[in-house]
């Protein structure tokens, strides 16, 4: 079955993937017509589509043609409904008016040129099949002589097939307090996620889930769900429309707040990707196929197992001498350890937030030699190094401000806003991509390092980089990407962590080129499982760093055992964060043993089919891995305390195959798939705090 086909009698297009299919049409008045998205069809149904007659009462009222029938809703005409493209031409016309001019299918792309009628301007919209998801993003194509003012230019048009009912589904949240499931019905009117920050920021994920509802029709295991994303790093927006009528799309793209970008004569421009994803069978193969698409099309190193990581922030904060870090090195090393990660304070001038960041060499008093005996000595440890960088961002107290004062975003006539007490370089800028790309260059040559934690604490203000050329809003981000791709294709070894306080940054463009995402500042194991819930309904647990800290947490002062801790953080990509300085000899002991344990299991954690096994987390949590062969699960169960008397739980393991035995490791008990399917495991969750990881292999 090829992925695109063209049905060249209809002239239509039927896009078909793992259990999907999306179909549209040229109509004999050149419009392009949306015709399904949803589970997989035949060429036939979509020929029958075609003379389907939806009978719409047509007030006059309403937009012509409805956004919901439409590929790319380009302003112009009768179109009231929300668009997803608009222009200034350069004679002050602000209308557009496409016909399809052409299109073309290889392989699994589909691509269909949108041209004006009147103007040499087009939009070249792009469909990609990947798997089980459907990649779409347009070209936008300024072949005049004059500038094209992009005032709003959105990946796409997401047309969904009526409902009676709408729920949305997205990842809500704050600083320390990420991704949150929040679950709403929709009514009439629009519901806008967005960014206006320059970065994806902490209030949502560029994600959003749609279903029929929380009635028997859609739940885990059952009814239809359509999602979107964007990848894309900076400001976005997602809008999810629906008509009084049920009539329901949702557009995706660049946030257009502030966004006036010119394209120049002769030039072109690719919005990012959106990605739509269809699941069939509830929210559980939702977000089996999110996964599969991450792992698959879009982080780096796919199915390499992540190492442990220890990361010092919070054992040493801005405090960081070799010392300390070594003694927490070889304590690490001890516990299982395979990375350690110096972050914040290591550089010349950072003894707290006030200086420092754009000097990216070491502090000279702590590390006179450079980075490169700490480095040793901790790959004689057996643990790779790396550090900490925020390479967009300046410190006014540092040696690259004072030498560069204009290559921050600023007017000159209004004040530099300063947040966490730095400027934003103007990456928009090729001279500022330059250094930045020398600068990493020479740290990373400078020492053996192989990992950079890669952050950004301050949103993008000012947003002026005095050229005027184009829209800092896509430039900075642009030039994030070129500049981690340059510094990547440099150092392929390197592996990179994204970060911006915590998830400021964790779509799916920078998850391109990183090879996991620090989901949350919050280290509270509690907190955490609430926004690692959240956060893997958009993505993978092998993007999902966790830490085990100290107890009481510094953010949250609340005091967790370390099993709780420890497994909290075993959900996904095992880190240590805590000073192990401090920790006794027992703690160190029994740490060397989750540790130990997470590396049996974390195969089928990172690259595994996951369940949640209870509904959103409040009082017990409990989460199933799948390992991709079928032969190992791994079942954590949490309850923070004590409710009602219960002493146990009873989890049933979706997903394990009926007619297989499985042995729990630790018991010798044995289950058959069936009574594990449709009973359920009996878990002791005991007292305040209590977690237990039950692992079965399949015999
Ligand atoms: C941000 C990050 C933290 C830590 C500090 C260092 O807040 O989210 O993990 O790296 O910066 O200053």
């Known amino acids: 079955m090829p992925a695109v086909e063209h049905l060249t009698r209809h002239d239509a297009f039927l896009l078909r993937g793992d259990g999907f299919a999306y179909a549209l049409a040229v109509t004999p008045e050149g419009d392009l017509r949306h015709l399904h998205w949803g589970g997989p069809i035949a060429p036939d149904d979509v020929a029958t589509l075609l003379t389907d007659d939806p009978r719409e009462f047509g007030s006059n009222t309403w937009s012509s043609p409805r956004a919901h029938t439409e590929e790319l809703v380009a302003h112009g005409g009768r179109r009231l409904d929300e668009s997803a493209l608009k222009v200034e031409f350069a004679d002050g016309v602000r209308a557009l008016d496409l016909a399809v001019e052409s299109s073309a299918v290889s392989d699994d792309e589909l691509t269909i040129r949108l041209a004006d009628r009147h103007y040499p301007f087009a939009a070249d919209l792009h469909y990609r099949v990947r798997g089980g998801a459907l990649e779409r993003w347009t070209t936008l194509v ?218 990216w060499t070491p502090d000279r008093a702590a590390f006179p030699d450079g980075l490169k005996p700490l480095a040793d000595e901790v790959h004689g440890l057996g643990m790779r190094f790396g550090v900490w960088v925020e390479p967009e961002a300046v410190s006014p107290d540092s040696d690259l401000f004072r030498a560069h004062p204009d290559w921050i975003y600023q007017w000159p006539s209004r004040p530099r806003t300063l947040a966490r007490q730095t400027h934003l370089l103007a990456l928009s800028r090729a001279d500022v991509r330059a250094h930045l790309v020398e600068t990493l260059d020479a740290l990373l040559s400078s020492a053996p390092i192989d990992a950079l934690k890669w952050d950004l604490n301050r949103p993008l203000t000012e947003v002026s980089d005095g050229d005027g050329d184009g829209s800092v809003w896509l430039g900075h981000v642009e030039g994030f990407y070129e500049v981690l791709d340059r510094v990547r294709a440099l150092h392929p070894d390197v592996w990179i962590e994204s970060c911006a306080s915590g998830g400021g940054r964790a779509d799916l463009g920078v998850l391109s080129r990183a090879e996991w995402v620090w989901p949350s500042d919050n280290t509270d194991a509690l907190e955490r499982l609430a926004i690692q819930n959240g956060y893997a309904y958009a993505h993978s647990p092998h993007t999902m ?137 009996r878990v002791a969750l005991t007292g305040d705090y209590a977690s237990e990881l039950i692992v079965l292999d399949r015999d």
């Open 545 to 681: 760093m966790a830490w085990v800290t100290d107890s009481p947490t510094y953010l949250t002062k609340r005091e967790i055992p370390l099993r709780f801790r420890f497994h909290s953080a075993m959900t996904g990509l095992l880190g240590i964060g805590g000073d192990l300085a401090t920790w006794t000899d027992a703690a160190l002991g029994e740490a060397a043993e989750y540790v130990a344990q997470y590396r049996r299991i974390r195969a089928t954690v990172q690259y595994g089919t996951m369940r949640r096994l209870t509904g959103a987390p409040d009082d017990v949590t409990a989460i199933g891995y799948l390992s991709a062969s079928g032969d190992q699960v791994a079942v954590f169960a949490f309850a923070p305390s004590v409710r009602r008397l219960r002493r146990t739980v009873l989890l049933r393991l979706r997903g394990l195959d009926p007619a297989a035995a499985y042995v729990d490791a630790a018991t010798g008990t044995r289950y058959s798939g069936a009574l594990l399917h449709h009973h359920g495991l």
């Open 142 to 359: 300024n072949d005049g002589d004059a500038a094209v003012v992009l005032d709003r230019a959105y990946s796409a048009s997401w047309p969904l097939p009526w409902q009676p009912r709408w729920v949305a589904t997205w990842l809500a949240g704050a600083y320390a307090a990420e991704t949150q499931v929040t679950r709403r019905p929709l009514g009439p009117g629009r519901l806008v996620l967005e960014s206006r920050r320059g970065i994806p920021g902490h209030a949502a994920q560029p994600w959003l889930a749609l279903d029929a509802g929380d009635d028997a029709r859609t739940n885990d295991e059952a009814g239809s769900v359509w999602s979107v994303a964007l990848a894309w790093s900076g400001s976005w927006r997602l809008a999810a429309e629906l008509a009084a009528d049920g009539r329901l799309h949702v557009t995706a793209g660049v946030n257009d707040f502030d966004l006036r970008h010119p394209l120049a004569p002769g030039s072109s421009w690719d919005t990012p990707v959106t990605v739509g994803v269809y699941a069939g069978a509830g929210h559980d193969e939702l977000t089996d196929r999110w996964h599969a698409y991450e792992r698959r099309h879009v982080v780096p190193r796919p199915g390499v197992v992540r190492p442990v990581l220890y990361n010092s922030w919070e054992a040493t904060f801005f405090d960081v001498r070799p010392e300390s870090q070594v003694e927490l090195a070889r304590r690490a090393a001890a516990l299982g350890a395979e990375l350690f990660v110096v972050d914040d304070g290591w550089f010349a001038g950072r003894d707290d937030e006030s200086a420092g960041i754009g000097d």
